[in-house]
């Protein structure tokens, strides 16, 4: 175990625009998952027509991609660790990129439901690793901010991905109406424009694998594993003037795990019990919220709700837009006001909002009232569920468990992202629309209870710091953490 050998230490400044591009490049994976997320949507009803889908294999094309995730954040722990951070971002954008190619030209549904799947491989390997890497290279003080950018980039890939869909739906109608279409582009785009939807995503594929490429180690990776002079040169990078203490510092966490081998079952060690459960559920509950389902089947629910086509695209621009702005003032307040109390804001805020809309959504009236409580629940979400989960996880557990921890909740996460995702359009033509949002608030509300007895706080502390506090009183004392002074 880890003894607690130093008291609290002083803020050291650091290289921003270096932070700041590290943190971004490795963000964008949060960008290629949001707009993979998102894609879909512009294609499910023509995919669904085109290879005649029943609703499970409905539920199966949307889901295939969040199974490949599942998979991908199990193996991505022992990857990490085994293989380094930055290396396995760029393995992420690799596969990605062969995902957004393969489904552009699949020319069955077995075909397609791979290459999503492949795709989620590499969307659940950069959904661990970016926030394990961002918590790992971040000062203290800016860890819970620049955390959230993952979140953030999330949010801009989502709306990419709307505003996308709805350009390509315009190319393609420009191009059915002119003159001297050649065969292959009105194959391409006009017969088969969910081909280039996917095709689009090309685009930041590229840019993510070019910059994962350049992305540096991280330093707690390279002590752990014997590269102390590029942990430094690092660290010079990051902290210009402060380097050494901070490397003096790792080095004595990083020497005193190693006294104890780490395994899996470490896990489950009863110092780590709790603080595992916490990330778990809050990474469950997130996706049990119907966040996605909002997403995914936005479109769809509210042409149901009585929406033309033009309307409900719309909508869903206009919720993808509330995201991205409350994702932003998540970043604001994260570090300022702490994750509890951020937390149990949006958890209230979310449940109010889901019981609104699951009393309007079978109406059958177009109720601009519907588009405002769904842009409050993901307004309510964005700032507070969406991010929190990733920087709990991220920052509450020591390094020599770290990746296989955030490994644990992220698999978790895509779990119950799968399973809605399956599940959905069953319980939307059995139940209801309005009961199954119901079940989503109903969900939600033990999330209250645990998040005031069970989470501690862990704002303005360094990650140094959070893991002393397991040896000074065990797991009681890690789920009792006070945050330290706002920054």
Same mark, same amino acid.
């Given at each position: 175990?880890? $003894?607690?050998? !130093?008291?609290?230490?002083?803020?050291?400044?650091?290289?921003?625009?270096?932070?700041?591009?590290?943190? =971004?490049?490795?963000?964008?994976?949060?960008?290629?998952?949001?707009?993979?997320?998102?894609?879909?949507?512009?294609?499910?009803?023509?995919?669904?027509?085109?290879?005649?889908? *029943?609703?499970?294999?409905?539920?199966?094309?949307?889901?295939?991609?969040?199974?490949?995730?599942?998979?991908?954040?199990?193996?991505?722990?022992?990857?990490?660790?085994?293989?380094?951070? $930055?290396?396995?971002?760029?393995?992420?954008?690799?596969?990605?990129?062969?995902?957004?190619?393969?489904? @552009?030209?699949?020319?069955?549904?077995?075909?397609?439901?791979?290459?999503?799947?492949?795709?989620?491989?590499?969307?659940?390997?950069?959904?661990?690793?970016?926030?394990?890497?961002?918590? +790992?290279?971040?000062?203290?003080?800016?860890?819970?901010?620049?955390?959230? &950018?993952?979140?953030?980039?999330?949010?801009?890939?989502?709306?990419?991905?709307?505003?996308?869909?709805?350009?390509?739906?315009?190319?393609?109608? =420009?191009?059915?109406?002119?003159?001297?279409?050649?065969?292959?582009?009105?194959?391409?785009? /006009?017969?088969?424009?969910?081909?280039?939807?996917? @095709?689009?995503?090309?685009?930041?594929?590229?840019?993510?694998?070019?910059?994962?490429?350049?992305? %540096? +180690?991280?330093?707690?990776?390279?002590?752990?594993?014997?590269?102390?002079?590029? @942990?430094?040169?690092?660290?010079?990078?990051?902290?210009?003037?402060?380097?050494?203490?901070?490397?003096?510092?790792?080095?004595?966490?990083?020497?005193?795990?190693?006294?104890?081998?780490?395994?899996?079952?470490?896990?489950?060690?009863?110092?780590?019990?709790?603080?595992?459960?916490?990330?778990?559920?809050?990474?469950?509950?997130?996706?049990?919220?119907?966040?996605?389902?909002?997403?995914?089947?936005?479109?769809?629910?509210?042409?149901?709700?009585?929406?033309?086509?033009?309307?409900?695209?719309?909508?869903?621009?206009?919720?993808?837009?509330?995201?991205?702005?409350?994702? &932003?003032?998540?970043?604001?307040?994260?570090?300022?006001?702490?994750?509890?109390?951020? =937390?149990?804001?949006?958890?209230?805020?979310?449940?109010?909002?889901?019981?609104?809309?699951?009393?309007?959504?079978?109406?059958?009236? %177009?109720?601009?009232?519907?588009?405002?409580?769904?842009?409050?629940?993901?307004?309510?979400?964005?700032? *507070?569920?969406?991010?929190? !989960?990733?920087?709990?996880?991220?920052?509450?557990?020591?390094?020599?468990?770290?990746?296989?921890?955030?490994? @644990?909740?992220?698999?978790?996460?895509?779990?119950?992202?799968?399973?809605?995702?399956?599940?959905?359009?069953?319980?939307?033509?059995?139940?209801?629309?309005?009961?199954?949002?119901?079940?989503?608030?109903?969900?939600? /509300?033990?999330?209250?209870?645990?998040?005031?007895?069970?989470?501690?706080?862990?704002?303005?502390?360094?990650?140094?710091?959070?893991?002393?506090?397991?040896?000074?009183?065990?797991?009681?004392?890690?789920?009792?953490?006070?945050?330290?002074?706002?920054?």
């Amino acid at each position: 175990m880890i $003894s607690e050998t !130093k008291e609290k230490r002083v803020i050291h400044k650091p290289n921003i625009l270096f932070l700041s591009y590290i943190s =971004l490049a490795s963000a964008l994976g949060g960008f290629l998952w949001g707009f993979d997320a998102i894609v879909i949507s512009g294609t499910i009803t023509p995919v669904k027509k085109l290879f005649s889908l *029943s609703p499970g294999w409905e539920g199966f094309f949307v889901s295939s991609g969040l199974i490949g995730s599942v998979m991908g954040s199990a193996l991505a722990g022992n990857l990490s660790d085994r293989f380094g951070r $930055s290396r396995n971002l760029a393995l992420a954008a690799f596969l990605m990129l062969i995902s957004a190619l393969g489904c @552009a030209w699949s020319n069955s549904i077995e075909l397609l439901t791979f290459f999503r799947w492949l795709g989620g491989l590499g969307i659940g390997i950069s959904a661990m690793v970016c926030p394990l890497y961002i918590s +790992e290279l971040s000062p203290a003080h800016l860890r819970g901010r620049l955390i959230s &950018l993952f979140q953030f980039s999330v949010t801009i890939g989502i709306v990419a991905a709307l505003f996308s869909n709805i350009v390509v739906n315009k190319w393609a109608e =420009l191009m059915a109406n002119s003159a001297g279409t050649g065969d292959f582009l009105k194959w391409f785009l /006009i017969d088969n424009t969910w081909r280039t939807m996917f @095709a689009v995503e090309l685009i930041p594929g590229v840019f993510f694998l070019l910059m994962a490429l350049t992305l %540096p +180690e991280s330093p707690r990776w390279l002590i752990r594993n014997n590269k102390k002079e590029r @942990a430094l040169k690092v660290l010079k990078n990051i902290f210009p003037h402060d380097a050494q203490t901070e490397y003096a510092d790792i080095c004595q966490t990083i020497a005193q795990e190693s006294q104890v081998k780490s395994r899996l079952s470490d896990l489950l060690n009863i110092n780590y019990r709790k603080p595992l459960f916490v990330a778990i559920m809050l990474a469950v509950f997130a996706q049990f919220s119907g966040i996605n389902v909002v997403f995914y089947y936005g479109p769809t629910l509210l042409e149901q709700a009585g929406f033309n086509l033009g309307g409900a695209l719309s909508g869903v621009a206009m919720i993808g837009i509330c995201n991205v702005i409350f994702t &932003l003032i998540a970043i604001w307040l994260v570090d300022k006001i702490g994750r509890k109390l951020l =937390l149990q804001i949006g958890t209230v805020g979310a449940i109010g909002c889901l019981v609104g809309i699951g009393s309007l959504i079978d109406n059958g009236n %177009p109720d601009t009232m519907l588009i405002t409580l769904i842009c409050g629940f993901v307004a309510f979400f964005a700032f *507070s569920l969406g991010p929190i !989960k990733f920087i709990f996880a991220a920052e509450i557990f020591p390094t020599n468990i770290r990746s296989r921890a955030i490994s @644990a909740v992220i698999f978790a996460m895509w779990l119950a992202d799968t399973l809605v995702g399956q599940f959905f359009p069953i319980l939307r033509d059995g139940v209801g629309a309005s009961a199954t949002f119901y079940i989503f608030a109903g969900i939600l /509300i033990p999330q209250i209870y645990m998040v005031w007895r069970m989470m501690p706080e862990t704002a303005g502390r360094s990650l140094e710091e959070i893991e002393r506090s397991y040896e000074t009183a065990g797991n009681e004392n890690i789920c009792q953490l006070t945050p330290a002074e706002p920054q």
